[in-house]
């Protein structure tokens, strides 16, 4: 009987971590509830555009602009801009090194901005292993358990298969 009580527990406090960013849904739906979720995916899709010359403030490398923005937008029309990056980013991305995580929610939109690129890329490019599973709860786990450098290998790491991707023209 205790271990049971014990198991729920653990599970809600498992659960509790991750619930701002499962507010979202699954990858690729098309709103974005959380500004702070936006501007982490933002600037993941944005530091993967260098040197693809995209011009406008949905390119901007101030985080503070996108939050500017994001806070005066519906939940839909930030899904709408994420998606127009992403689609922009089906054509050209760089690899920009090691960036800076501040903590797990971070590391969590940024891996699902990542994965979900990835997904734009396929057939093309395949993306295989642990690194690129749509499951959400999987990469804060993850997260949780790791030393911080490791996140912004991992996201590093991410970002240069996506670079490496040379999807063909259609």
């Not at 995580?101 to 940024?110: D, L, S």
């Not at 749509?134 to 996506?162: F, G, I, K, Y």
């Amino acid at each position: 009987m205790n271990y049971r009580i014990l198991a729920v527990c653990a599970a809600s406090l498992s659960l509790s971590a991750v619930t701002p960013v499962l507010a979202q849904g699954s990858f690729g739906a098309l709103s974005i509830e959380s500004c702070p979720d936006y501007v982490a995916k933002t600037t993941s899709q944005v530091q993967m555009a260098t040197g693809c010359s995209f011009a406008g403030g949905r390119w901007s490398m101030d985080p503070a602009e996108h939050m500017a923005w994001c806070k005066g937008a519906s939940p839909r029309e930030r899904g709408r801009e994420d998606d127009e990056r992403r689609k922009a980013l089906t054509t050209c991305r760089g690899d920009f090194g090691a960036v800076p995580i501040k903590n797990c929610k971070e590391y969590a939109a940024r891996s699902r901005s990542q994965v979900e690129l990835a997904q734009s890329l396929e057939p093309d490019c395949v993306f295989e292993g642990m690194r690129w599973s749509s499951n959400l709860v999987q990469h804060v786990h993850w997260c949780n358990r790791t030393p911080a450098n490791r996140h912004e290998l991992e996201d590093a790491a991410r970002r240069r298969e996506l670079a490496a991707c040379k999807p063909k023209p259609r």
